[in-house]
């Protein structure tokens, strides 16, 4: 079964740093996608970043980045430039072939002004 | 584009009691899901439907609770009787059959659900 790990229930960041916050999976599937949403305290969940296991390259929108480790099943997340906006609960998700989703537990990311 | 909603935001029920939670999704989205939250832990999957039809349901805790989308539009997720570990909040999401979204599921804001 697939399973997702988010090791990191909070984080703080200084406004205008950078923080970094992990995600590992673990999956017997090849093909597969893999998600950060984002939810602020309004609550509507967001997508953030979409990653293509098939793709090699990292994926990128804007301040947001991934590090995408296939082999390592390492999926974090990069935020730059780290605006008060930005603070939310992020969640990293699994999808497989099937369309089915798997979610990690969260991490609460704080910005610090 | 009007998002996917859900109805209410939040509800307080006592134990034994019965909550009806709604979820309309995005207008065309075939697909629809009801995941749950319990507090401190992971987002679980409870079922999906493909327009009326449950497609997996897989994740369903047991037969107190109920999912029905009658004419493939809105759904509805019955919780009866409610018990004391049905508390959490429980979010919908919507995605279409093909196009650029098809792998993106798309959130509403939730339904915070307190049994006491």
Known sequence: ?113 | EAGVTQFPSHSVIEKGQTVTLRCDPISGHDNLYWYRRVMGKEIKFLLHFVKESKQDESGMPNNRFLAERTGGTYSTLKVQPAELEDSGVYFCASSPMTGTSYNEQFFGPGTRLTVL
């Open chain 1, 1 to 113: 079964a697939q399973t997702v790990t988010q090791s990191q229930p909070e984080m703080s960041v200084q406004e205008a740093e950078t923080v970094t916050l992990s995600c590992t999976y673990d999956t017997s599937e090849s093909d597969y996608y893999l998600f950060w949403y984002k939810q602020p305290p309004s609550r509507q969940m967001i997508l953030v970043i979409r990653q293509e296991a098939y793709k090699q390259q990292n994926a990128t929108e804007n301040r947001f980045s991934v590090n995408f480790q296939k082999a390592a099943k390492s999926f974090s997340l990069k935020i730059s430039d780290s605006q008060l906006g930005d603070a939310a609960m992020y969640f990293c998700a699994y999808r497989n072939t099937g369309n089915q989703f798997y979610f990690g537990t969260g991490t609460s990311l704080t910005v610090i002004p």
